[in-house]
T-cell receptor, first 114, second 114 residues
Framework: GENVEQHPSTLSVQEGDSAVIKCTYS??????FPWYKQELGKRPQLIID?????GEKKDQRIAVTLNKTAKHFSLHITETQPEDSAVYFCAASILRNAGNMLTFGGGTRLMVKP | DTAVSQTPKYLVTQMGNDKSIKCEQN?????MYWYKQDSKKFLKIMFS???????INETVPNRFSPKSPDKAHLNLHINSLELGDSAVYFC?????????????FGPGTRLLVL
C-alpha cells in the first residue's frame, strides 16, 4: 500500500521567517496531495491541495510544490505568523477498492515564535 | 451550519464496555470515513462508506462495527473496549468516490478507556 513520510516532525521558526515541510510517497499511482492544518484540540482542516497535473500551486502565503518523478511534495509557508502554529499533515490519495483513500504523513508540529 | 458533526465530543468509559459514536454530514456528500488519531497524532483511516455501502476496511478489529443508516450518517460501534482504543476518532466526508476529492473532517470524539 501507500506509504507517506513527512519531515521534519517538529519545526520552530521565528515570526516572519519561512517554513518548509517535505513529504515523500511510495505509490506512483497517487495523484492528489492535500495538506491539512490541525490546531490544538481541533479538527484537521484543508489548507491547500495539488493534483498531479500541476507542479506548483500558491494561495497567498502558502505554496505547495510537487515532483512526481521523485515522488515528493512540499509545503512552503512564507512570512510566518504565530497563528500558523499547529500540526500540519500531508497526505496522498490512492484508489483502493473503488474508494478514495488518503494516507497521511506523520505530521509536523510547527511553532512560530513571536 | 455545521458541515460534519459528531457526538459525543468526549467519551470516558471502562474497559470491556460497548460504546457508540455518531456522525452526521449535511453537505450532501456520498462518501463518509472514520479515522483514528492516536496519542502521537498519527491519522489512520479505519473505514470508508459510499452511499451506505462499505468500501474500505483497513484491517480494523471485528470489535469495531460501522453502520450507515443513510448516506448522511455513519456511526461507529465499539464492543469490548480495550485500553488501546483510547484515541481521537474523526469522521469525515467527501463528495463521492473520486480519488481527487477534498475530505471534510468532523470535530472529533475523544475516547478514553480506563
Amino acid at each position: 500500500g501507500e506509504n507517506v513520510e513527512q519531515h521534519p516532525s517538529t519545526l520552530s521558526v521565528q515570526e516572519g521567517d519561512s517554513a518548509v515541510i517535505k513529504c515523500t510517497y511510495s505509490d506512483s499511482a497517487s495523484n492528489y496531495f492535500p495538506w491539512y492544518k490541525q490546531e490544538l484540540g481541533k479538527r484537521p482542516q484543508l489548507i491547500i491541495d495539488i493534483r498531479s497535473n500541476v507542479g506548483e500551486k500558491k494561495d497567498q502565503r502558502i505554496a505547495v510544490t510537487l515532483n512526481k518523478t521523485a515522488k515528493h511534495f512540499s509545503l512552503h509557508i512564507t512570512e510566518t505568523q504565530p497563528e500558523d502554529s499547529a500540526v500540519y499533515f500531508c497526505a496522498a490519495s490512492i484508489l483502493r477498492n473503488a474508494g478514495n483513500m488518503l494516507t497521511f504523513g506523520g505530521g509536523t508540529r510547527l511553532m512560530v515564535k513571536p | 451550519d455545521t458541515a460534519v458533526s459528531q457526538t459525543p465530543k468526549y467519551l470516558v468509559t471502562q474497559m470491556g464496555n460497548d460504546k457508540s459514536i455518531k456522525c452526521e454530514q449535511n453537505l450532501g456528500h456520498d462518501t463518509m470515513y472514520w479515522y483514528k488519531q492516536d496519542s502521537k497524532k498519527f491519522l489512520k483511516i479505519m473505514f470508508s462508506y459510499n452511499n451506505k455501502e462499505l468500501i474500505i476496511n483497513e484491517t480494523v478489529p471485528n470489535r469495531f462495527s460501522p453502520k450507515s443508516p443513510d448516506k448522511a450518517h455513519l456511526n461507529l460501534h465499539i464492543n469490548s473496549l480495550e485500553l488501546g482504543d483510547s484515541a481521537v476518532y474523526f469522521c469525515a466526508s467527501s463528495q463521492d468516490l473520486s480519488r481527487r476529492e477534498t475530505q471534510y473532517f468532523g470535530p472529533g470524539t475523544r475516547l478514553l478507556v480506563l
